[in-house]
């Protein structure tokens, strides 16, 4: 089923970094194995060499200040970040995702490191981090670098980490003042992935109300996360109304290529593209005017 | 307060099961805990095509892997074919000459592990002619279509035409004729336990199998054919189940045939566990159907004529697809009184996995499509549907009156009409259906059904169910019987009428485990009966032993043994209750009086066949059941209509007529778990999707189950209706409240939407385009 493999468990980043290293392109990280298992399992991946990260308690963190923002350790799970009092304080949405994303088992062991790594497009975070223009952390052999969360995906399931690297750090910076950000993914269930999802920042300029900035993520809709730039530049520029919103909506729609599988046609998902961008965007909306 | 029913000892009320502590701190053991000295693990060799020949079958390369110790394919079975009766034995242990669904067995391997038995079924080669395959009924049924089975034309597997009265006639003095299509998908039953065995042959003609089967006393009788061996030397004993609902587990698997084949090459215990991949691809189905139905009924809305049309997909093999088609047909004379009924059932053979009992059979799939249809019909009529059903149900008859439907069907007990009464008032029904919900995107409605089903179910041949209670000398009792409890409470039932009986406490009696060298033969765990019938055999074992020790106690007591009672423990003397003495001392004097007695008390189970005999499957007459339970159901669902998601609220009441609740607290979990977790869930998310052949979901995350956060906590009221026919009273509970949920359900989401779905399950795409469409045509009518 799974097959053999030699297992590792390094205690620091390094440590992982030197078996990086060492078995270039042949070793496979697992953090809490919550996708890794289920892609292992169905003969889709085997490995010669796991490195078990799960142990590296240097980055298992949640860090608040105002001027560096948030930054999370590629280690934390999904239900700390979820209960995390600075992030409900803060960055509200950040725990609002975590709330849908899987069952509590799921959340209590799988990692937000792991899961913006798995690169998979229905993915939750991914979009709202877009949303917040976070920034990653990444280590290698050569020392660190920080990429943008919207260039870390590079295809389905792929993600822009080279052989020797790991995800160390999430970098989310303080949103501007007067920015309301939320998100909404339709589920059958409470914890399925997406079949679509979308999600929303609103800046309005504090002078005027009009819209500064606008930024729409969708989930599961290309084989990345998708940024939906038409539909952002509908609403930049203008005071915002909800007719503007469905239109955004409408445009996003038209820039989404979802896939087809038992749980939609390209065709559905596509009318509910319309009606998460609109749901999202119009809680954002309020969330803008409040702030 | 617990509520409690009826006066007596020990049944009633609320009772700890007797497999709970077993369960919960892990003792109990399951075939996949099961470890032998020297055991071998077995894997299949699956076809990957759904309809193929088979050319030729080379397994020298797996033979030759290091680790092996044998291989096995259907050629060692020596054209061996097994089926679910006796005419319709039309299944290898592997195909041989072709294989006629997708991932159909071919061969198996024993190997000194899990991994090495892998690598060897890779190393089998199998070379296939692939053919052109039927993958629904419809495809199925054409003219020239390819064979499933080469004697079989048509691919006709079971077909069934019935008339009660002149349908045609009442159709022609009918005030409202309608006419739907309505539509069941394949379903998974949902056990969390796959297939697990470990077979070993202790001797050269003995077989030892312990697997993970409902129903023991299957595989007792097959693999005693299958091997040739006397049934005494076929031991069958019982793990603990991890639940079952019909089909898989009553019936043979690959493994089951693989183990003892495989065993018996090495010599060896060899042990094979389903994957969830396996139980999801190759396990048995709920039957997709095609439900037509014709209704005819008065202004007042009094049903005069019913017909139906049930088409079938069975699947690549017969399995028990003549007793799902009966099923389907024979309970549209009930709940509500019919006078004139036809019925064509049509179950083809396709290259889809074989289809077979679930939960609710058959009766599901006809009384969706009839109590949703009754709904459009009261609309039509604009009667409210509670009303309508009141006015069609079955009475409950006059104490030592019997029912007798158009097709013969008869039931001493009918609390239908309670069911629906008190559902009606418990919601307030007639104010929660006037008053529309409308929350943002969100729209609430609420919908109304009733349902039944048959208990103690008995088919042709043996239908007997058995107990032995033997009285151990410190008073202590060995309950013995071939009935399984694969998690619905039966054994704890059992104990409990056997200890009310006896005049002993529930912990005074130990109940074993299944072991056909032991036990007494039992039909199975299928169709509602173990209550029923391993009931009155508990009552009957009970009632010889209690004779033997009153007896003894009349000796004592110089009474008449008329004169003698015993009640929680104590013996006396019924007319001078001072004159008494412990149970324990009862039992000792019993023993140890020279030359001392053995207490063992037997019974069998005697009811339904003696009063009322057996149905014909083929003309469609006579009881299939003993009794009928009957249910009523209303659910709430919220719409969110701009998605097509629909949730089922906590808004939602159901009311069993199980007869007499003899442990009330199983019952409500029981009928809960029906209701929700097969009623619901078929209702809005459960559904194989599928492509020629291939299933396309075969994992837990895309075959969509509900988990506790969409569980609606339902409210389970009693009816109590005493069943002369069953062990004080009791009926079946819960495979009603399979049957009730999904028209509930259905008929709710047209309250809150105006859109009827005739299709199961009513997932979100199916439900927003049905919205679409009804808002264009509303704006085209503008
Ligand atoms: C039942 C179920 C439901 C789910 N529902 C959702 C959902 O609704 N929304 C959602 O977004 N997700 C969902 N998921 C996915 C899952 O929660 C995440 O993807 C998971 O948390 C990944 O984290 P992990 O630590 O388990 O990663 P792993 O499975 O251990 O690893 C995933 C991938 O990331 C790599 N990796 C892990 N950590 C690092 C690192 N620090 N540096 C470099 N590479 C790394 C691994 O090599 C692997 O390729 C669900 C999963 C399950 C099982």
Redesign the pocket.
Same mark, same amino acid.
């Given at each position: 089923m799974i097959g053999d493999f030699e297992y590792f468990a390094p205690k620091t980043v390094d440590e992982?970094i030197a078996l990086l290293s060492k078995y270039k392109g042949e070793a496979?990280?697992?953090?809490?194995?919550? =996708?890794?298992?289920?892609?292992m399992k169905r003969g889709l $991946?085997t490995t010669e060499y796991l490195?078990d990260?799960?142990g590296i308690a240097a980055?298992d963190y949640i860090k608040y200040d105002e001027g560096e923002g948030l930054r999370i350790g590629?280690?934390t799970?999904?239900r700390a970040i979820e209960k995390s009092p600075i992030i409900q304080k803060h960055f509200r949405v950040l725990s609002e995702?975590e709330q849908? $994303?899987?069952?509590i088992?799921?959340?209590n062991?799988?990692?937000?490191?792991?899961?913006?790594?798995?690169?998979?497009p229905?993915?939750?975070?991914?979009p709202v981090l877009i949303a917040l223009n976070a920034k990653l952390k $990444?280590a290698g052999s050569g020392g660190e670098r920080i990429i943008e969360v919207e260039e870390f995906s590079k295809d389905y399931?792929e993600?822009a980490?080279e052989p020797d690297?790991?995800?160390?750090e999430i970098q989310v910076p303080t949103p501007l003042s007067h920015t309301g950000i939320a998100c909404e993914?339709l589920?059958v269930m409470k914890?399925?992935?997406?079949v679509v999802g979308a999600a929303v920042s609103i800046t309005l300029s504090p002078k005027d109300g009009v819209c500064k900035d606008a930024r729409i993520v969708l =989930?599961n809709c290309a084989s990345v996360p998708l940024r939906a730039r038409g539909a952002e530049k509908k609403l930049i520029g203008k005071v915002l109304n909800d007719s503007l919103l469905v239109e955004a909506g409408e445009v996003a729609s038209t820039e989404a290529s979802p896939p087809v599988d038992v749980h939609g046609s390209a065709e559905y998902r596509q009318e509910m593209v319309k009606v998460f961008v609109r749901r999202a965007a119009t809680k954002a909306l309020e969330r803008a005017k409040a702030a | 307060m617990e509520e409690t029913f009826g006066n007596y000892s020990v049944i009633g009320k609320a009772m700890p099961r007797v497999d709970a502590r077993a369960k919960v701190t892990g003792e109990a053991k399951y075939a996949a805990d099961i470890e032998l000295p020297g055991m071998l693990w077995g894997q299949i060799k699956r076809s990957p095509y759904a309809h193929a020949r088979i050319l030729n079958i080379d397994t020298s390369k797996a033979e030759e892997l290091p680790g092996v110790k044998a291989v096995t394919t259907g050629k060692d079975f020596n054209g061996f074919k097994w089926g679910w009766s006796g005419p319709t034995r039309d299944e290898e242990p592997f195909a041989t000459t072709k294989v006629r669904y997708q991932y159909e067995g071919v061969a198996a391997v024993a190997a000194i592990s899990e991994d090495i038995a892998e690598e060897a079924c890779d190393l089998i080669e199998v070379e296939y002619e692939p053919l052109p395959g039927v993958f629904d009924p419809f495809e199925a049924m054409k003219e020239g279509a390819p064979l499933v089975h080469d004697n079989r034309p048509g691919n006709i597997c079971v077909e069934y035409h019935w008339t009660f009265g002149d349908v045609d006639k009442a159709f022609a003095e009918s005030h409202l004729v309608r006419e739907d299509i309505f539509q069941t998908p394949r379903m998974a039953k949902g056990y969390l336990e796959t297939p697990a065995v470990v077979a070993y042959w202790p001797g050269p003609d003995r077989l030892v199998f312990q697997g993970a089967k409902g129903s023991p006393y299957f595989p007792y009788r097959i693999l005693a054919r299958c091997f040739n061996l006397p049934l005494s030397n076929v031991r069958v004993i019982q793990p603990f189940i991890g639940s079952d609902f019909g089909g898989t587990k009553n019936d043979m698997t690959h493994c089951d045939f693989a183990a003892p084949m495989l065993a018996k090459k090495t010599g060896r215990p060899v042990k094979l566990v389903y994957t969830q991949f396996d139980t999801l691809t190759t396990d048995l189905r709920r039957h997709p159907m095609w439900i037509t139905i014709k209704t005819g009924v008065t202004k007042d809305g009094i049903l005069k004529a019913t017909y139906v049309k049930a088409i079938a997909d069975g699947g690549a093999y017969t399995r028990m697809s003549p007793l799902t088609m009966f099923l389907t047909g024979t309970c549209m004379t009930l709940p509500y009184e019919l006078p004139n009924f036809k019925f064509d059932a049509y179950n083809y053979f396709t290259n889809n996995p074989s289809s077979a009992a679930m939960r609710g059979h058959g009766l599901y799939h006809s009384r969706f499509a009839a109590d949703v249809q009754l709904d459009m019909m009261a609309e039509e009529l604009g009667l409210d549907p509670v009303e309508i059903r009141l006015r069609n149900a079955i009475e409950n008859p006059e104490p030592g009156k019997v029912y007798e439907t158009i097709n013969g069907v008869h039931m001493a007990t009918c609390g239908v009409k309670e069911c629906i009464e008190k559902v009606a008032e418990a919601t307030n029904w007639e104010e929660k259906r006037k008053t529309k919900k409308v929350e943002g995107h969100k729209s609430y409605g609420i919908g109304f059904s009733a349902a039944t089903y048959n208990g103690g179910t008995k088919l042709s041949a043996h239908n007997a169910c058995a107990a032995i209670v033997r009285v151990c000398e410190d008073g202590s009792i060995n309950y013995l019987t071939g009935a399984s409890d694969v998690g619905q409470g039966s054994d704890t039932v059992c104990c409990a009428i056997a200890a009310e009986v006896l005049g002993v406490g529930l912990e005074d009696i130990d109940i074993k485990r299944v072991d056909t060298a032991f036990t007494p033969v039992d039909p199975g765990s299928y169709g509602s009966r173990v209550t029923v019938l391993a009931g009155q055999a508990a009552m009957n074992a009970a009632e010889d032993a209690k004779r033997q020790l009153v007896e003894v106690a009349a000796q004592q007591f110089s009474v008449t043994p008329e004169e003698v009672e015993i009640k929680n423990r104590q013996v006396f003397v019924k007319s001078n209750p001072q004159r008494n003495m412990p149970w324990e001392r009862l039992v000792r004097i019993a023993c140890y009086e020279t030359p001392g007695k053995v207490i063992i008390g037997r019974g069998y189970s005697t009811q339904g066949i003696t009063i009322l005999g057996l149905a014909d499957l083929s003309k469609g007459v006579g009881d299939i059941g003993t009794n009928y339970s009957f249910t009523a159901q209303a659910a709430e669902v919220e719409v969110d209509v701009e998605t097509g998601v629909v949730k089922c609220t906590d808004n939602s009441v159901i009311a069993h007529d199980c007869g007499f609740p003899l442990n009330p607290p199983a019952v409500e979990t029981q009928v809960q778990g029906g209701s929700y977790h097969q009623g619901v869930s078929a209702a809005l998310y459960e559904e194989f999707k599928m492509d020629q052949g291939q299933t396309l979901n075969p994992n837990?995350?895309d075959y969509m189950r509900p988990r506790a956060y969409e569980a609606p906590m339902t409210k389970v009221l009693h009816v109590v209706t005493n069943d002369p026919y069953g062990p004080f009273g009791a009926k079946e509970a819960s495979e009603g409240s399979c049957c009730s949920a999904p028209p509930a359900l259905i008929n709710a989401i047209y309250d809150a939407t105006g859109v009827w779905i005739k299709d199961l399950p009513a997932q979100p795409e199916k439900v927003f385009w049905a919205l679409k469409a009804q808002k264009e045509k509303k704006q085209r009518k503008k």
């Open positions: 992982a496979k990280i697992i953090a809490g194995g919550q =996708s890794m298992l289920v892609v $991946l490195i990260i799960k980055l590629a280690l799970i999904h995702m849908n $994303l899987a069952t088992q799921t959340r062991w799988g990692t937000i490191g792991g899961n913006l790594c798995h690169g998979d229905a993915g939750d975070p991914a $990444l399931l993600v980490l690297e790991m995800l160390t993914k589920m914890g399925d992935m997406g =989930s | 837990l995350i």
